[in-house]
C-alpha cells in the first residue's frame, strides 16, 4: 500500500484513503459527565461484567473481540465531547490491561520494529482493526527512535496501552485561565502561541497500565517517542472527524521563559518548568506513517 502521513490518518484523509483500501485500511469536551446518564451507562456495564464472568468456558471469547464488543456498547452514542462513566472507564481499561501482544498478532521480531538505516526519521506503521462513527481501534507500531509528534484530541476520550517495549511520553492540557494565557502574535513576532500545563513527562515500559485522556484533561495533547521499538493500541471515542469538527492539530512547545506573559498569568518560579507555551503547527515533514495489514484474530462486527 502507499505511504501515508500521520495527518492522513489523524484527519480528512484517512476517509479517502479508507474508501481505496479496504483490505489495508489506515485510520484516519470538556469533561462534562451528566449524572442520570452515567448512572445508566454504569448498570449496563456492570450488566456486561457479570455476563462476562457467567460464560462457561468454551464460549468465552478473544481478549480483542471482548474489547471490540465492550466499545460498541460504551461509544454507542459517543459525539464531540462524550466521556464514558466511571464504571464504562474501568470496564475498558480492565479489557486493554489484559491484552498482550500475541492477542493481536504482534512479535516484536516484525519487520516494522526493525532499526531503520536512514537519516530520516523513522517510518512508524498503523495496523486498523476496527473504525466506525462511533469509535476506532487499531495499533502504532513504533521502530527505536520514533515519534508520534504532539498532537490533540479535541472532543474525544482516548484510551491507550503500550502493548511492549519502552515510550516516553510527554502530554500537556491547556492551562486555565486560558483567557489570560494567550500571547498576542504581535508581541512574539510567531503565530499565537497558548499556555499549557504538563500533565506527563516520562517513560512507560511495558507490561504496564492502560493510559486515558479525556477532552478537558488528562493530557489531551500528547507526544509518543520510542525508547526502544514498541507498540500502542489505541481506542478512540469518538474518532477524528472533520465533518464534525475534530480536526487533528499539531504543535510545537517552548518553555514558559520563551515568550512574555500577561500579567495576570502568575506562575511561581519552581512551577514554571511544568508549564510550556505551545504553538500550532504544520505537520513535520519528516513524519510517515504506513498502513499494514492486521494479522491478529478477525472481529465479529454482527
Excluded at 456498547?73 to 480492565?94: C, M, N, W
Excluded at 513527562?201 to 489531551?220: E, R, V, W
Excluded at 505537520?283 to 498502513?291: C, I, N, Q, R, T
Aim: include cysteine; aromatic fraction near 8%; charged fraction near 25%.
Amino acid at each position: 500500500m502507499g505511504r501515508a502521513t500521520v495527518a492522513d490518518i489523524k484527519g480528512k484523509g484517512f476517509s479517502e484513503l479508507d474508501k481505496d483500501t479496504k483490505a489495508n485500511k489506515v485510520p484516519d469536551t470538556n469533561k462534562i459527565r451528566n449524572t442520570t446518564s452515567s448512572d445508566s451507562r454504569g448498570k449496563k456495564s456492570r450488566r456486561r461484567q457479570r455476563k462476562m464472568m457467567a460464560l462457561p468456558a468454551s464460549a468465552v471469547v478473544h481478549p480483542i473481540q471482548r474489547l471490540f464488543n465492550a466499545c460498541k456498547d460504551v461509544f454507542a452514542s459517543a459525539r464531540t465531547g462524550f466521556v464514558p462513566s466511571p464504571d464504562e472507564i474501568e470496564l475498558l481499561s480492565a479489557l486493554l490491561d489484559e491484552i498482550r501482544p500475541a492477542d493481536v498478532g504482534l512479535t516484536p521480531g516484525m519487520p516494522f520494529f526493525s532499526p531503520q538505516a536512514t537519516r530520516l526519521a523513522p517510518t512508524i506503521t498503523y495496523l486498523h482493526i476496527h473504525e466506525c462513527e462511533r469509535f476506532s481501534i487499531g495499533i502504532f507500531c513504533l521502530p527505536s527512535s520514533g515519534v508520534l509528534p504532539l498532537h490533540n484530541h479535541p472532543g474525544m476520550t482516548v484510551f491507550s496501552k503500550l502493548l511492549f517495549g519502552t515510550m516516553h511520553i510527554k502530554s500537556y492540557d491547556w492551562f486555565v485561565p486560558t483567557t489570560s494565557a494567550v500571547v498576542d502574535p504581535s508581541q512574539t513576532q510567531h503565530p499565537e502561541v497558548r499556555l499549557a500545563k504538563v500533565k506527563v513527562d516520562s517513560d512507560l515500559t511495558a507490561p504496564c497500565k492502560t493510559s486515558i485522556l479525556y477532552p478537558a484533561d488528562g493530557g489531551n495533547m500528547h507526544c509518543f517517542t520510542a525508547v526502544t521499538a514498541c507498540a500502542v493500541l489505541d481506542v478512540l471515542g469518538p474518532p477524528y472527524s472533520d465533518l464534525e469538527g475534530r480536526h487533528c492539530t499539531y504543535y510545537s512547545d517552548y518553555p514558559f521563559t520563551r515568550f512574555p506573559a500577561d500579567e495576570q498569568v502568575l506562575i511561581p518560579e519552581e512551577e514554571k518548568e511544568k508549564v510550556a507555551w505551545l504553538q500550532k503547527r504544520d505537520k513535520p515533514e519528516d513524519l510517515v506513517v504506513v498502513g499494514a495489514p492486521y494479522t491478529g484474530p478477525e472481529i465479529m462486527e454482527g
